[in-house]
Protein backbone atom coordinates (compact mmCIF):
# COMPACT_ATOMS: atom_id res chain seq x y z
CA UNK A 1 0.00 0.00 0.00
CA UNK A 2 0.98 3.34 -0.59
CA UNK A 3 -0.24 6.90 0.13
CA UNK A 4 -0.81 7.07 -3.64
CA UNK A 5 -3.34 4.11 -3.33
CA UNK A 6 -5.22 4.98 0.02
CA UNK A 7 -5.57 8.23 -1.41
CA UNK A 8 -7.08 6.81 -4.71
CA UNK A 9 -9.65 4.24 -2.93
CA UNK A 10 -10.72 6.80 -0.03
CA UNK A 11 -11.55 9.49 -2.99
CA UNK A 12 -13.68 6.84 -4.83
CA UNK A 13 -15.59 5.41 -2.01
CA UNK A 14 -16.15 8.96 -1.42
CA UNK A 15 -18.33 9.67 -4.39
CA UNK A 16 -19.47 5.62 -4.83
CA UNK A 17 -17.68 4.97 -7.79
CA UNK A 18 -15.51 1.68 -8.53
CA UNK A 19 -12.13 0.49 -10.27
CA UNK A 20 -14.43 -0.35 -13.41
CA UNK A 21 -15.87 2.94 -13.90
CA UNK A 22 -12.72 4.43 -13.55
CA UNK A 23 -11.17 2.39 -15.68
CA UNK A 24 -14.06 2.81 -18.21
CA UNK A 25 -13.22 6.71 -18.10
CA UNK A 26 -9.40 6.82 -18.74
CA UNK A 27 -9.09 3.99 -20.64
CA UNK A 28 -7.72 1.43 -18.97
CA UNK A 29 -8.36 -2.60 -17.75
CA UNK A 30 -10.29 -2.46 -14.97
CA UNK A 31 -7.25 -4.91 -13.23
CA UNK A 32 -5.31 -2.25 -13.44
CA UNK A 33 -7.19 0.18 -11.53
CA UNK A 34 -7.51 -2.31 -9.10
CA UNK A 35 -4.11 -3.09 -8.30
CA UNK A 36 -3.73 0.95 -8.60
CA UNK A 37 -6.09 1.21 -5.28
CA UNK A 38 -4.43 -2.03 -3.82
CA UNK A 39 -0.57 -0.65 -4.16
CA UNK A 40 0.21 -3.08 -6.16
CA UNK A 41 1.40 -0.83 -9.46
CA UNK A 42 1.51 2.96 -10.58
CA UNK A 43 0.12 4.82 -12.93
CA UNK A 44 2.84 5.40 -16.08
CA UNK A 45 2.16 9.09 -15.86
CA UNK A 46 0.37 12.70 -14.60
CA UNK A 47 -2.05 12.25 -17.55
CA UNK A 48 -3.55 9.34 -16.10
CA UNK A 49 -3.61 10.70 -13.07
CA UNK A 50 -5.42 13.88 -13.67
CA UNK A 51 -7.63 11.65 -15.55
CA UNK A 52 -8.83 9.82 -12.44
CA UNK A 53 -8.83 13.05 -10.88
CA UNK A 54 -11.47 14.25 -13.22
CA UNK A 55 -13.76 11.44 -12.72
CA UNK A 56 -12.98 11.25 -8.75
CA UNK A 57 -14.50 15.26 -9.04
CA UNK A 58 -11.34 16.53 -6.65
CA UNK A 59 -11.06 19.83 -5.86
CA UNK A 60 -8.01 21.45 -7.30
CA UNK A 61 -6.11 21.20 -3.77
CA UNK A 62 -7.09 17.12 -4.05
CA UNK A 63 -5.83 16.84 -7.18
CA UNK A 64 -2.29 18.97 -6.23
CA UNK A 65 -2.30 16.45 -3.25
CA UNK A 66 -3.29 13.13 -5.27
CA UNK A 67 -0.36 13.71 -7.91
CA UNK A 68 2.09 14.78 -5.28
CA UNK A 69 1.42 11.55 -3.55
CA UNK A 70 1.88 9.97 -7.34
CA UNK A 71 5.06 11.77 -7.29
CA UNK A 72 5.91 10.16 -3.64
CA UNK A 73 4.53 6.39 -4.68
CA UNK A 74 7.25 6.56 -7.70
CA UNK A 75 10.06 8.19 -6.56
CA UNK A 76 10.14 6.72 -2.94
CA UNK A 77 9.93 9.33 0.02
CA UNK A 78 13.21 9.93 0.09
CA UNK A 79 14.15 10.83 -3.18
CA UNK A 80 11.05 12.44 -3.27
CA UNK A 81 11.77 15.16 -0.34
CA UNK A 82 14.66 15.75 -1.09
CA UNK A 83 13.76 17.16 -4.68
CA UNK A 84 11.06 19.05 -2.77
CA UNK A 85 13.75 20.76 -0.78
CA UNK A 86 16.38 21.31 -3.54
CA UNK A 87 14.02 22.60 -5.85
CA UNK A 88 13.15 25.10 -2.86
CA UNK A 89 16.11 26.34 -2.81
CA UNK A 90 16.33 27.09 -6.33
CA UNK A 91 13.12 29.01 -6.30
CA UNK A 92 14.55 30.88 -3.69
CA UNK A 93 16.67 33.33 -5.93
CA UNK A 94 14.66 35.28 -6.47
CA UNK A 95 16.99 38.46 -8.90
CA UNK A 96 18.82 38.90 -5.32
CA UNK A 97 19.11 36.12 -2.61
CA UNK A 98 16.39 37.52 -0.41
CA UNK A 99 17.12 38.32 3.28
CA UNK A 100 16.49 35.83 6.04
CA UNK A 101 14.05 37.08 8.26
CA UNK A 102 15.57 37.44 11.39
CA UNK A 103 14.20 36.34 14.89
CA UNK A 104 15.27 39.31 17.75
CA UNK A 105 15.52 38.67 21.04
CA UNK A 106 15.89 41.40 23.78
CA UNK A 107 18.90 40.47 25.59
CA UNK A 108 18.34 42.57 28.37
CA UNK A 109 15.11 41.50 29.39
CA UNK A 110 16.96 38.29 31.46
CA UNK A 111 18.94 39.51 34.31
CA UNK A 112 20.59 36.67 36.02
CA UNK A 113 23.97 36.81 38.12
CA UNK A 114 27.00 36.49 36.14
CA UNK A 115 28.07 32.83 37.68
CA UNK A 116 30.49 30.51 36.37
CA UNK A 117 27.77 27.78 36.08
CA UNK A 118 24.49 28.66 34.71
CA UNK A 119 21.70 26.33 33.79
CA UNK A 120 18.87 27.58 32.22
CA UNK A 121 15.48 26.46 31.12
CA UNK A 122 13.22 27.96 28.68
CA UNK A 123 13.62 28.33 25.25
CA UNK A 124 13.04 31.98 25.17
CA UNK A 125 15.12 31.94 28.09
CA UNK A 126 18.27 30.38 26.49
CA UNK A 127 17.73 32.47 23.26
CA UNK A 128 18.00 35.48 25.10
CA UNK A 129 21.05 34.54 27.32
CA UNK A 130 23.00 33.26 23.84
CA UNK A 131 22.15 36.25 22.22
CA UNK A 132 23.45 38.50 25.49
CA UNK A 133 26.65 36.34 25.24
CA UNK A 134 27.35 36.46 21.54
CA UNK A 135 26.84 40.19 20.81
CA UNK A 136 29.12 41.05 24.38
CA UNK A 137 31.71 39.11 22.50
CA UNK A 138 31.27 40.80 19.27
CA UNK A 139 31.71 43.97 20.29
CA UNK A 140 35.03 43.49 20.62
CA UNK A 141 37.39 44.20 17.70
CA UNK A 142 37.52 40.34 16.86
CA UNK A 143 35.42 37.32 17.42
CA UNK A 144 35.27 34.25 16.93
CA UNK A 145 32.50 31.72 17.60
CA UNK A 146 32.66 27.93 17.33
CA UNK A 147 29.98 25.94 16.91
CA UNK A 148 29.22 22.51 16.91
CA UNK A 149 25.31 22.52 15.59
CA UNK A 150 22.96 20.64 13.31
CA UNK A 151 21.27 22.63 10.51
CA UNK A 152 17.69 22.84 12.04
CA UNK A 153 18.55 25.33 14.57
CA UNK A 154 17.30 28.53 13.38
CA UNK A 155 17.54 30.66 16.24
CA UNK A 156 21.18 30.13 16.62
CA UNK A 157 21.76 30.67 13.21
CA UNK A 158 19.84 33.84 13.10
CA UNK A 159 21.50 35.37 16.08
CA UNK A 160 24.75 34.85 14.23
CA UNK A 161 23.84 36.26 11.06
CA UNK A 162 22.14 39.30 12.49
CA UNK A 163 25.49 40.18 14.63
CA UNK A 164 27.81 39.39 11.19
CA UNK A 165 25.92 41.91 9.72
CA UNK A 166 26.34 44.17 12.34
CA UNK A 167 29.79 43.23 12.42
CA UNK A 168 32.10 42.19 9.99
CA UNK A 169 34.82 41.15 11.71
CA UNK A 170 32.52 38.24 13.46
CA UNK A 171 33.85 35.14 12.26
CA UNK A 172 32.06 31.76 12.68
CA UNK A 173 33.18 28.07 12.35
CA UNK A 174 30.52 25.88 11.95
CA UNK A 175 31.18 22.20 12.37
CA UNK A 176 27.74 20.16 11.13
CA UNK A 177 26.88 16.72 12.23
CA UNK A 178 25.87 14.49 9.50
CA UNK A 179 24.96 10.51 9.08
CA UNK A 180 26.79 7.85 6.47
CA UNK A 181 23.30 7.14 6.25
CA UNK A 182 22.95 10.22 3.98
CA UNK A 183 25.67 8.54 0.83
CA UNK A 184 23.30 5.49 0.82
CA UNK A 185 20.31 4.55 -2.60
CA UNK A 186 17.68 6.38 -3.76
CA UNK A 187 15.81 2.92 -2.72
CA UNK A 188 15.91 3.53 1.08
CA UNK A 189 12.11 5.11 1.89
CA UNK A 190 13.31 7.70 4.96
CA UNK A 191 11.97 11.10 6.05
CA UNK A 192 11.15 12.60 8.84
CA UNK A 193 9.20 11.69 12.17
CA UNK A 194 7.21 14.54 13.60
CA UNK A 195 8.48 18.08 14.41
CA UNK A 196 12.00 17.81 13.05
CA UNK A 197 11.03 20.49 10.77
CA UNK A 198 8.73 22.36 12.65
CA UNK A 199 8.60 25.89 11.80
CA UNK A 200 6.89 27.97 14.44
CA UNK A 201 5.66 30.91 11.51
CA UNK A 202 4.57 28.09 8.66
CA UNK A 203 0.76 27.90 8.25
CA UNK A 204 0.23 24.99 5.72
CA UNK A 205 -2.65 25.12 3.60
CA UNK A 206 -2.61 22.84 0.63
CA UNK A 207 0.17 21.07 -1.10
CA UNK A 208 1.82 23.96 -2.61
CA UNK A 209 2.16 26.44 0.51
CA UNK A 210 3.32 23.13 2.50
CA UNK A 211 6.35 22.34 0.28
CA UNK A 212 6.56 26.79 0.09
CA UNK A 213 6.86 26.55 3.54
CA UNK A 214 9.18 23.39 4.09
CA UNK A 215 6.84 21.95 6.68
CA UNK A 216 8.01 17.97 7.43
CA UNK A 217 6.52 15.48 5.66
CA UNK A 218 4.30 14.48 8.87
CA UNK A 219 3.60 17.49 9.64
CA UNK A 220 2.42 18.18 5.55
CA UNK A 221 0.15 14.94 5.54
CA UNK A 222 -1.84 16.08 8.69
CA UNK A 223 -2.54 19.27 7.08
CA UNK A 224 -3.61 18.05 3.79
CA UNK A 225 -5.88 15.65 6.01
CA UNK A 226 -7.45 18.62 7.11
CA UNK A 227 -8.27 20.20 4.44
CA UNK A 228 -9.10 17.36 1.94
CA UNK A 229 -12.63 17.87 1.40
CA UNK A 230 -14.86 14.53 2.90
CA UNK A 231 -11.87 13.21 4.28
CA UNK A 232 -11.77 15.27 7.10
CA UNK A 233 -8.22 13.47 8.75
CA UNK A 234 -10.09 10.30 8.94
CA UNK A 235 -7.89 8.74 6.14
CA UNK A 236 -4.74 10.60 7.27
CA UNK A 237 -4.48 9.37 10.86
CA UNK A 238 -4.35 5.54 10.57
CA UNK A 239 -1.91 6.53 8.05
CA UNK A 240 0.23 7.65 10.66
CA UNK A 241 -0.31 5.67 12.94
CA UNK A 242 0.93 2.78 10.69
CA UNK A 243 4.51 4.86 10.49
CA UNK A 244 4.03 6.13 6.28
CA UNK A 245 7.09 7.86 7.06
CA UNK A 246 9.57 5.60 9.74
CA UNK A 247 11.57 7.32 12.03
CA UNK A 248 15.07 6.78 10.82
CA UNK A 249 18.45 8.64 11.49
CA UNK A 250 18.67 10.95 7.98
CA UNK A 251 17.08 13.72 10.13
CA UNK A 252 19.93 15.48 10.16
CA UNK A 253 20.74 15.01 6.98
CA UNK A 254 17.73 16.38 5.88
CA UNK A 255 17.30 19.45 7.81
CA UNK A 256 20.84 19.95 6.10
CA UNK A 257 18.94 20.06 2.71
CA UNK A 258 15.90 22.08 3.86
CA UNK A 259 18.60 24.68 5.55
CA UNK A 260 20.63 24.75 2.84
CA UNK A 261 19.81 27.86 1.43
CA UNK A 262 20.15 29.29 5.19
CA UNK A 263 24.33 28.00 5.04
CA UNK A 264 24.18 29.81 1.39
CA UNK A 265 23.14 32.99 2.42
CA UNK A 266 25.39 33.00 5.58
CA UNK A 267 27.95 31.97 3.34
CA UNK A 268 27.56 34.77 0.83
CA UNK A 269 26.95 37.55 3.64
CA UNK A 270 30.44 39.04 3.48
CA UNK A 271 31.87 37.98 7.38
CA UNK A 272 33.86 35.44 7.73
CA UNK A 273 31.02 32.17 8.58
CA UNK A 274 32.81 29.00 7.60
CA UNK A 275 30.89 25.52 7.58
CA UNK A 276 32.44 22.01 8.12
CA UNK A 277 30.89 18.88 8.19
CA UNK A 278 31.64 15.67 9.93
CA UNK A 279 30.19 11.79 10.33
CA UNK A 280 28.53 11.34 13.59
CA UNK A 281 25.83 8.54 14.78
CA UNK A 282 21.91 10.32 15.67
CA UNK A 283 22.34 7.54 18.35
CA UNK A 284 25.13 9.01 19.91
CA UNK A 285 22.70 12.21 20.62
CA UNK A 286 25.13 14.37 18.82
CA UNK A 287 28.74 15.13 20.29
CA UNK A 288 28.19 15.95 24.25
CA UNK A 289 25.90 13.74 26.52
CA UNK A 290 22.28 15.08 26.48
CA UNK A 291 23.34 18.67 25.57
CA UNK A 292 23.56 17.69 21.82
CA UNK A 293 24.92 21.78 20.67
CA UNK A 294 28.02 23.48 21.25
CA UNK A 295 28.35 27.09 21.41
CA UNK A 296 32.12 28.58 22.52
CA UNK A 297 32.92 32.29 22.23
CA UNK A 298 36.26 33.83 23.48
CA UNK A 299 35.20 33.82 27.05
CA UNK A 300 32.18 31.80 27.58
CA UNK A 301 30.94 28.10 26.56
CA UNK A 302 27.06 27.21 25.81
CA UNK A 303 25.63 23.45 25.83
CA UNK A 304 22.11 23.22 24.29
CA UNK A 305 19.50 21.24 23.89
CA UNK A 306 18.13 20.43 19.84
CA UNK A 307 14.70 22.18 21.03
CA UNK A 308 16.49 25.13 22.64
CA UNK A 309 14.38 24.13 26.04
CA UNK A 310 17.43 23.53 28.26
CA UNK A 311 20.88 24.69 28.43
CA UNK A 312 24.36 25.19 30.46
CA UNK A 313 26.57 28.33 30.56
CA UNK A 314 29.87 28.58 31.52
CA UNK A 315 32.21 31.41 32.02
CA UNK A 316 35.02 29.65 34.41
CA UNK A 317 38.07 30.09 32.07
CA UNK A 318 39.33 26.76 32.62
CA UNK A 319 36.00 25.23 31.31
CA UNK A 320 35.70 27.28 28.61
CA UNK A 321 39.40 25.96 27.56
CA UNK A 322 37.70 22.56 28.06
CA UNK A 323 34.96 22.75 25.36
CA UNK A 324 36.73 24.86 23.34
CA UNK A 325 39.54 21.81 22.73
CA UNK A 326 37.11 19.19 22.24
CA UNK A 327 35.93 21.22 19.76
CA UNK A 328 39.22 21.30 18.14
CA UNK A 329 39.37 18.08 18.52
CA UNK A 330 36.16 17.28 16.49
CA UNK A 331 37.63 20.00 14.14
CA UNK A 332 40.38 18.69 13.23
CA UNK A 333 40.96 17.88 9.56
CA UNK A 334 36.95 18.21 8.73
CA UNK A 335 36.59 18.64 4.89
CA UNK A 336 34.69 22.41 4.51
CA UNK A 337 31.13 21.69 3.41
CA UNK A 338 31.59 24.70 1.29
CA UNK A 339 33.92 27.15 -0.16
CA UNK A 340 33.00 30.83 -1.58
CA UNK A 341 34.37 33.09 -3.75
CA UNK A 342 33.62 36.45 -4.13
CA UNK A 343 35.85 37.84 -6.02
CA UNK A 344 36.65 37.20 -9.73
CA UNK A 345 39.56 36.03 -9.67
CA UNK A 346 39.86 33.35 -7.16
CA UNK A 347 36.85 31.79 -9.08
CA UNK A 348 38.85 31.88 -12.28
CA UNK A 349 41.46 30.33 -10.52
CA UNK A 350 39.55 27.92 -8.89
CA UNK A 351 36.83 27.33 -11.16
CA UNK A 352 39.92 26.31 -13.99
CA UNK A 353 41.14 24.01 -11.31
CA UNK A 354 37.79 22.25 -11.16
CA UNK A 355 37.58 21.96 -14.99
CA UNK A 356 41.11 21.16 -16.12
CA UNK A 357 42.38 19.44 -13.37
CA UNK A 358 39.81 17.25 -12.14
CA UNK A 359 40.12 13.56 -12.47
CA UNK A 360 36.80 13.16 -14.02
CA UNK A 361 34.73 9.96 -14.86
CA UNK A 362 34.31 10.37 -18.61
CA UNK A 363 31.15 7.80 -18.04
CA UNK A 364 29.52 10.51 -15.33
CA UNK A 365 27.09 12.67 -16.67
CA UNK A 366 26.92 16.45 -15.56
CA UNK A 367 23.94 18.27 -15.18
CA UNK A 368 24.13 22.16 -15.79
CA UNK A 369 21.00 24.48 -14.89
CA UNK A 370 21.17 27.82 -15.77
CA UNK A 371 18.39 30.61 -14.98
CA UNK A 372 19.70 32.13 -18.53
CA UNK A 373 20.98 29.87 -21.44
CA UNK A 374 24.80 29.17 -21.10
CA UNK A 375 26.39 30.34 -24.58
CA UNK A 376 29.63 29.70 -23.92
CA UNK A 377 30.14 26.72 -25.93
CA UNK A 378 29.18 29.01 -29.07
CA UNK A 379 30.89 31.95 -28.46
CA UNK A 380 32.90 33.03 -31.07
CA UNK A 381 37.01 34.86 -30.48
CA UNK A 382 35.23 37.89 -32.09
CA UNK A 383 32.27 38.04 -29.55
CA UNK A 384 34.62 36.85 -26.66
CA UNK A 385 37.25 40.09 -27.50
CA UNK A 386 34.45 42.53 -27.82
CA UNK A 387 32.33 42.16 -24.75
CA UNK A 388 35.28 40.97 -22.21
CA UNK A 389 35.96 44.15 -19.98
CA UNK A 390 40.00 44.03 -20.56
CA UNK A 391 39.30 47.81 -18.41
CA UNK A 392 38.53 45.74 -15.29
CA UNK A 393 42.74 44.77 -15.27
CA UNK A 394 44.57 47.92 -15.88
CA UNK A 395 47.61 47.44 -18.01
CA UNK A 396 49.79 48.40 -15.25
CA UNK A 397 48.16 46.41 -12.65
CA UNK A 398 49.98 43.70 -11.08
CA UNK A 399 49.06 40.06 -12.88
CA UNK A 400 46.65 41.60 -15.38
CA UNK A 401 48.21 39.43 -17.80
CA UNK A 402 47.27 36.18 -15.61
CA UNK A 403 43.76 37.59 -14.67
CA UNK A 404 43.33 37.99 -17.95
CA UNK A 405 44.78 34.41 -19.21
CA UNK A 406 42.69 32.57 -16.63
CA UNK A 407 39.58 34.10 -17.85
CA UNK A 408 40.61 32.82 -21.49
CA UNK A 409 41.43 29.40 -20.12
CA UNK A 410 38.20 29.34 -18.28
CA UNK A 411 36.06 29.96 -21.82
CA UNK A 412 38.26 27.98 -23.84
CA UNK A 413 37.90 24.49 -21.38
CA UNK A 414 34.43 24.52 -21.30
CA UNK A 415 34.58 25.14 -25.27
CA UNK A 416 36.59 22.10 -25.79
CA UNK A 417 34.55 20.26 -23.03
CA UNK A 418 31.52 20.22 -25.08
CA UNK A 419 33.24 19.65 -28.67
CA UNK A 420 34.52 16.34 -27.27
CA UNK A 421 32.25 13.09 -28.56
CA UNK A 422 32.20 11.64 -24.92
CA UNK A 423 30.64 14.71 -23.91
CA UNK A 424 27.83 13.47 -21.44
CA UNK A 425 26.32 17.11 -20.51
CA UNK A 426 22.61 17.74 -20.15
CA UNK A 427 21.49 21.34 -19.73
CA UNK A 428 18.42 22.38 -18.55
CA UNK A 429 16.87 25.75 -19.55
CA UNK A 430 13.87 27.82 -19.04
CA UNK A 431 11.87 29.73 -21.74
CA UNK A 432 11.81 32.78 -19.70
CA UNK A 433 15.35 32.43 -18.70
CA UNK A 434 15.75 32.53 -22.62
CA UNK A 435 13.68 35.65 -23.30
CA UNK A 436 15.10 37.46 -20.25
CA UNK A 437 18.39 36.51 -22.62
CA UNK A 438 17.18 38.20 -25.74
CA UNK A 439 15.89 40.71 -23.47
CA UNK A 440 19.30 42.04 -21.70
CA UNK A 441 22.31 40.40 -23.45
CA UNK A 442 23.45 38.43 -20.34
CA UNK A 443 24.17 34.61 -19.51
CA UNK A 444 25.14 32.38 -17.36
CA UNK A 445 28.04 30.56 -16.22
CA UNK A 446 29.72 33.64 -16.81
CA UNK A 447 30.10 36.90 -13.74
CA UNK A 448 28.29 39.75 -15.35
CA UNK A 449 31.11 41.84 -14.33
CA UNK A 450 33.58 40.26 -16.47
CA UNK A 451 31.69 41.09 -19.95
CA UNK A 452 29.46 44.16 -21.73
CA UNK A 453 26.10 42.69 -22.61
CA UNK A 454 25.51 41.25 -26.23
CA UNK A 455 23.69 42.92 -29.15
CA UNK A 456 20.28 41.98 -30.01
CA UNK A 457 21.92 40.47 -33.43
CA UNK A 458 24.21 38.37 -31.55
CA UNK A 459 21.42 37.60 -29.36
CA UNK A 460 19.55 35.83 -31.75
CA UNK A 461 22.82 34.71 -33.24
CA UNK A 462 23.85 32.54 -30.13
CA UNK A 463 20.09 30.96 -29.62
CA UNK A 464 19.55 30.04 -32.98
CA UNK A 465 23.70 28.23 -32.67
CA UNK A 466 22.05 26.49 -29.65
CA UNK A 467 18.81 25.50 -31.25
CA UNK A 468 21.39 24.38 -34.20
CA UNK A 469 24.78 22.60 -31.96
CA UNK A 470 24.71 18.61 -32.45
CA UNK A 471 27.40 18.86 -29.31
CA UNK A 472 24.68 20.76 -27.05
CA UNK A 473 21.83 19.25 -25.43
CA UNK A 474 19.26 21.42 -24.06
CA UNK A 475 16.20 20.40 -22.73
CA UNK A 476 14.16 23.19 -21.63
CA UNK A 477 11.37 22.56 -18.46
CA UNK A 478 7.77 23.09 -18.63
CA UNK A 479 7.90 24.96 -14.89
CA UNK A 480 10.37 27.22 -13.77
CA UNK A 481 12.83 26.41 -11.51
CA UNK A 482 13.76 29.80 -10.70
CA UNK A 483 13.47 33.77 -11.92
CA UNK A 484 15.66 34.53 -14.70
CA UNK A 485 16.47 37.43 -13.13
CA UNK A 486 18.56 35.70 -10.25
CA UNK A 487 21.46 35.01 -12.17
CA UNK A 488 21.54 31.46 -10.80
CA UNK A 489 24.06 28.51 -11.97
CA UNK A 490 24.08 25.52 -11.29
CA UNK A 491 26.82 22.61 -12.49
CA UNK A 492 26.36 19.31 -11.30
CA UNK A 493 29.40 17.17 -11.89
CA UNK A 494 31.29 14.06 -10.94
CA UNK A 495 32.62 15.13 -7.82
CA UNK A 496 31.32 17.85 -6.78
CA UNK A 497 28.48 21.14 -7.06
CA UNK A 498 29.13 24.66 -8.29
CA UNK A 499 26.18 27.16 -7.25
CA UNK A 500 26.49 30.88 -8.70
CA UNK A 501 24.53 33.39 -7.96
CA UNK A 502 23.63 37.03 -7.61
CA UNK A 503 24.40 38.68 -4.18
CA UNK A 504 23.02 42.40 -3.71
CA UNK A 505 25.52 45.42 -3.72
CA UNK A 506 27.89 42.81 -3.80
CA UNK A 507 28.09 40.99 -7.37
CA UNK A 508 28.22 37.59 -7.57
CA UNK A 509 28.85 34.97 -5.00
CA UNK A 510 30.37 31.52 -6.14
CA UNK A 511 30.06 28.19 -4.07
CA UNK A 512 31.49 25.06 -4.39
CA UNK A 513 30.17 22.39 -2.05
CA UNK A 514 31.66 18.85 -2.07
CA UNK A 515 29.50 17.04 0.27
CA UNK A 516 28.58 13.42 -1.41
CA UNK A 517 24.98 13.53 0.58
CA UNK A 518 24.78 16.80 -1.09
CA UNK A 519 26.02 15.93 -4.28
CA UNK A 520 24.28 12.68 -4.55
CA UNK A 521 21.02 14.76 -3.89
CA UNK A 522 21.22 17.00 -6.62
CA UNK A 523 22.28 14.74 -9.01
CA UNK A 524 18.84 12.33 -8.39
CA UNK A 525 16.84 15.54 -8.63
CA UNK A 526 18.60 16.79 -12.33
CA UNK A 527 18.59 12.88 -13.16
CA UNK A 528 15.14 12.65 -11.55
CA UNK A 529 12.82 14.83 -14.41
CA UNK A 530 10.08 12.64 -15.83
CA UNK A 531 8.92 13.47 -19.43
CA UNK A 532 5.91 14.93 -17.94
CA UNK A 533 8.33 17.81 -16.55
CA UNK A 534 10.53 18.19 -19.64
CA UNK A 535 10.07 19.09 -23.30
CA UNK A 536 11.54 16.23 -25.67
CA UNK A 537 15.13 17.40 -27.39
CA UNK A 538 13.09 17.84 -30.39
CA UNK A 539 10.64 20.23 -28.98
CA UNK A 540 13.70 22.34 -26.60
CA UNK A 541 15.38 23.14 -30.27
CA UNK A 542 11.83 24.16 -31.71
CA UNK A 543 11.69 26.69 -28.53
CA UNK A 544 15.19 27.84 -28.86
CA UNK A 545 14.23 28.68 -33.10
CA UNK A 546 10.90 29.91 -31.98
CA UNK A 547 12.02 32.60 -29.63
CA UNK A 548 14.98 34.11 -31.62
CA UNK A 549 12.98 34.36 -34.93
CA UNK A 550 10.71 36.58 -32.80
CA UNK A 551 13.00 38.65 -31.62
Known amino acids: MSYFSDLLSAYSKRIGINSPQIAGYCGLDRVTVYRFMKGKTLPKDRDTVCRMAEILQLTEDERNILEE ?92 MSEGKK ?39 GMQAGLAGLGSPRQMLMAHGKGAGGLKGGLISPLLAGNLFPEDD ?22 DYEPFYYYSRQAEIGTFPLYS ?31 RGKFDTIAQGKPALSYVFRDIESFMVNMNNVILKRDRNMADTEYFYA ?58 LSESGIRYFMKTGRFAEVPMELYSPLSVEERKEMVLKLAESPNYSARILKKELSPPE ?17 VPDKGMCFLYVNEPGILLAFRNFFSGFSKDELYSEAESREILRRIAQES
Open 486 to 502: GMLCVEVMDKSLFIEFL
Open 69 to 160: AYECARLGPRVYWERQYIRSFLKSFTGTIPVVPLVHYDSGNLSAPQKDTLVVSGRDHTLRRMQKEIHRECCGEHCTIELVMRPGIDPVMDIL
Open 250 to 271: LIWNHELLQNFFKIVSMCSEGF
Open 293 to 323: NLLVTETSAVLFTDDLAESIFFRDPDQVAVF
Open 371 to 428: SQPCIIPILTDEIIRKHLRSDLFPRESEGRNDALKNIYDYIGAIQARYKKSDNNSVNF
Open 167 to 205: NRSVKVKHLIPLTTSFLSGPGLQVSSPAGSFTRGNTSVS
